[in-house]
Structure formats: C-alpha cells, structure tokens
C-alpha cells in the first residue's frame, strides 16, 4: 500500500522566504508527526497531531515555525522567514495511533542560502 | 525526558562479519525502544521494536533485547551483508509522550 508521502522532495530557499512543505499520511492514521533532521545527527520532534487537533508543538523552535493539518488527513509544515539554520531534512511520520508504530516519509530536503 | 547515547561512527566491517552497535537510554518508567535504519537515499524504516523488558525485537537477522537493568538495547547480527550498509538509529518512546527520541545514528559500512 501507499506509504508516507511528502513534497516537495527538494526545497531551495533564500534568506526570509516562507516555505511549505506538505505531508500526506497513510490513509486511516489518526496520528501524525513532524520531524526535524539536521545533518549528521538524529532526527528530533516538532510537533504532534492527532486528527486535527495539535496536541503537542513543544518542539517548534521559534513562531516562525507553524504546522497544521486542517482536515485530520494531510499536514502542511509553514516556516517563515527562513533562516540558514532552518536547513535540515524535514521528515513526516504517521501512525494508527498515538503510541503505534511511526512510518516515515522519504523526508524534505531544505536548503536556505 | 529522554536521552539516548549510540555508538559513534562509522563502523566498518567485512561482509559476515558479527555486528554490534551498543545503545544506552535514559527515561522515565518503561519505554519502548526501537531500532530505525535509513539506507543511503531513503527514508526512516522501522528495523525493530520491543516494548517490555526482557523481550527480543528481530528482523532481517537483527536483533536487540530490552534490558531494563543496564537500561540498554544493543543492535546485533550474526553476520552482516554488503546491504547492511546504513545509519541505524536507536529511539526509545514513553507511553506518556507520542515522540520517538532518537540518538544521534551510527553509519555502518560493510565492505565486500
């Protein structure tokens, strides 16, 4: 079946853009994450929904930093006014529930020049 | 919260070699643990899991146990393939909080 989709794969950016990057769960999993992945290192947590509802954004590292998942089905990860240290790999996760088993997206890569 | 402290890398290995990368957590109560591997151009793939103590998470020839005493989950495999070359990542969750912690990866090079 479809795994995690996330798009675009590839985002280059110049200092202050806004960026959005799109999650598309697998279909029927209540819960979704954002993940952030800089490189070399491990990925760490942004934020946490489950359907709509954002139960968890204590990870987001500034307000420029604004996720939302209207519908309880994609999610759509906004960064404002980028700033080189934003550059990472942004990976998505969906799972049936809260405390399921997460399946990850392929990620996307973002580079602010 | 929860930390977790892997192996550095790379590790470099010949092909049938025997494998082990050491992980040690620290956590509130009983967390599950997971062992994610991400092979060159993919993306995070769940290689392994347990979620009490004492238990044995396998898969593809990987395996790890929960030892809650020592607080540790070392990945191991008997004899590992040119294939095996990825970063595997260890990352133990709480019941009480959704997020996986994960460490910082160990990128594991086989050679042939």
């Known amino acids: 079946g479809a795994g995690v989709s996330q798009s675009p794969r590839y985002k280059v950016a110049k200092r202050g853009q806004d960026v959005a990057l799109r999650c598309d769960p697998i279909?029927?999993?209540?819960?979704l994450f954002w993940y952030q992945q800089a490189l070399g290192q491990g990925p760490e947590f942004l934020t946490y929904?489950?359907?709509?509802?954002?139960?968890?954004k204590s990870g987001l590292p500034s307000d420029r930093f604004f996720a939302e998942r209207p519908e309880g089905s994609v999610s759509t990860l906004k960064i404002q006014r980028t700033q080189q240290e934003d550059s990472a790999v942004y990976l998505c996760?969906?799972?049936?529930?809260?405390?399921?088993?997460?399946?990850f997206g392929p990620g996307t890569r973002l580079l602010v020049l | 919260g929860n930390s977790v402290t892997q192996m550095e890398g790379p590790v470099t290995l010949s092909e049938e070699a025997f494998l082990t990368i050491n992980c040690t957590y620290t956590?509130?109560?009983?967390?599950?643990l997971f062992w994610y591997v991400q092979y060159p151009g993919e993306g995070l793939q769940l290689l392994l899991k347990?979620?009490?103590?004492?238990d044995k998470g396998s898969n593809k020839g990987f395996e790890a146990t929960y030892r809650k005493e020592t607080t540790s989950f070392h990945l191991e495999k008997g004899s590992v393939q040119v294939s095996d070359s990825a970063v595997y990542f260890c990352?133990?969750?709480?019941?009480?909080?959704?997020?996986?912690?994960f460490g910082s990866g160990t990128r594991l090079q086989v050679q042939p």
């Open positions: 990352a133990p969750k709480n019941m009480g909080r959704r997020a996986l912690t």
């Open positions: 347990a979620t009490k103590a004492d």
């Open positions: 929904f489950q359907n709509e509802a954002q139960l968890d």
């Open positions: 956590a509130t109560g009983y967390p599950s």
């Open positions: 996760a969906s799972s049936l529930g809260g405390q399921e088993t997460q399946y």
């Open positions: 279909s029927g999993h209540v819960s």
